[in-house]
């Protein structure tokens, strides 16, 4: 009882973070449904002959979605990037080596500086590259690694260590926030990755005016539109260094930064292949969609992720000029993988591979291979389009690295060359 009491303080913090935590996933017992014949089909249809045929109709919908969604892509903005900076010359045991550089978006007082981190394996030509988003800061990513903070100074030590740390990987699983490069060196790519809030914070008010002060010819109305520019911006630093395939580059994110990872894709057209994991409303998830966390929720509890004017669409979904399949088809042929976990039903796994489903004919009609017929439970990588599907809930765990590592082993070698998906896109 003395223990027990000794302890009520430790038990009461950790009780709390597990409800706050777990109320941004919904965890439960419910299980996300496998069946989809009996569901409404997407809305509004696609017209796979216009999309595919016409550069002219995927400009309508991609402006569509700036207008209805995230507020425009800030075409234009400057960025500038530093050289890298050698952090770990002997990285994984001299495997590679661990550098950063310095990224800075917009312009004047406002202009917004990240680091971006990367591994670079060891290799006597260039490799393919994978950009991650990450919710932890480089600490958390690089573990005992003395790369730079978001507060400038030289990371020592990481935010996951002690019992808060264990607990939030307890919950979102093992690779929340430490990354597996060695997984990825295994395929011979590079890796990097950023924190999304040192380029703009996510806290509503907050995102709002470090946007505003940015400068550039266009700025970005929502945080996915803003974080979706920074893996661009990402990209460009990479694309200069002769160590990177810039014909294989790809991006992956999780939860939010799974729908920055899909908007990337079909705003920079350099992006040969797309994980999104978990991505939800707002990502690859059917926003009329009455399962799961839902766009109206999202919307309201995140205004900040969106542009002002998906507010006017809230008490009639039914409204909204766009939806996600059609994101999902203004991607086609990049590859992409959307992953989902059974128990996260807040991110609807169901209208996930609906939305996936519909767009598949536009995969199909662009010469590349669509979602496997299979059913929800199928996994098949070599797809240009998959769905994967694992137990548990809003996490990455070892399974899910299993799953990224197949696919992107799958795609970079085949992947399109930039000017091909840039002459898609215009």
């Known amino acids: 009882m003395i223990w027990f009491l000794k302890r009520m303080p430790l038990l009461i913090v950790l009780g709390i973070t597990v409800l706050v935590m777990s109320n941004c996933t919904m965890l439960g017992m ?34 569509a979605f700036e207008d209805t969604l995230y507020g425009p892509w800030p075409k234009g903005m400057p960025v500038t990037f530093s050289q890298w ?16 550089s310095e990224i800075t ?44 903070a978001a507060d400038m100074s030289v990371c020592d030590g990481s ?17 929340i926030a430490e990354v597996p ?28 005016a470090v946007m505003a002060r940015m400068g550039g010819p266009i700025n970005p109305t929502s945080a996915l539109m803003a974080w979706s520019y920074g893996f661009s911006a990402a990209l460009d630093a990479l694309e200069a260094d002769p160590r990177i395939d810039s014909q ?17 894709g079909v705003w920079d057209r350099r992006v040969a292949a797309v994980i999104a994991h978990q991505s939800g409303f707002a990502g690859a998830a059917l926003s009329r969609s009455e399962t799961g966390e839902g766009l109206v929720r999202m919307a309201k509890s995140y205004p900040h992720w969106l542009s002002p004017n998906v507010q006017a669409y809230l008490t009639d979904l039914a409204s909204l000029p766009v939806d996600q399949h059609e994101l999902l088809a203004l991607l086609a042929p990049t590859p992409v993988l959307l992953g989902n976990g ?32 299979s059913g929800m439970r199928a996994f098949d990588p070599e797809s240009d389009l998959a769905y994967w599907l694992r137990p548990g809930g809003h996490s990455i765990v070892p399974k899910d690295i299993d799953a990224f590592t197949t696919f992107l082993a799958a795609h970079l070698e085949k992947a399109a060359p930039p000017e091909t998906a840039v002459q898609i896109a215009n």
Request: net charge negative; charged share 20%; with cysteine.
């Open 248 to 264: 294989r580059m790809a991006v992956m994110g999780h939860s939010r930064h799974g729908k920055s990872a899909l908007i990337a």
């Open 105 to 148: 978006i917009g312009s004047g007082e406002g202009a917004r500086l990240f680091h971006l981190v990367a591994a670079f394996p060891k290799s006597d030509r260039s490799s393919p590259v994978v950009v991650s988003q990450t919710f932890s800061t480089n600490c958390a990513s690089f573990p005992g690694e003395p790369v730079t």
């Open 85 to 100: 900076h050698v952090v770990d010359p002997d990285y994984l045991d001299g495997r590679g080596t661990l550098e950063e």
């Open 342 to 373: 059974r128990r996260d039903v807040w991110s609807d796994p169901n209208s996930t591979y609906r939305a996936a489903e519909a767009a598949s004919a536009v995969y199909d009609a662009d010469g590349a291979g669509g979602l496997s017929d």
């Open 30 to 63: 419910n299980y996300a449904s496998l069946e989809t014949g009996n569901k409404a089909l997407p809305q509004p249809p696609l017209d796979v002959q216009a999309i595919t045929g016409s550069s002219a109709t995927r400009d309508e919908l991609k402006q």
């Open 159 to 175: 935010e996951m260590d002690g019992v808060m740390g264990k607990v939030v990987t307890q919950i979102f699983g093992r690779y």
């Open 181 to 208: 490069v060695s997984r990825y060196f295994d395929l011979g790519l590079a890796y990097a990755s950023f924190y999304a809030s040192e380029l703009v914070p996510d806290k509503n008010g907050e995102a709002q």
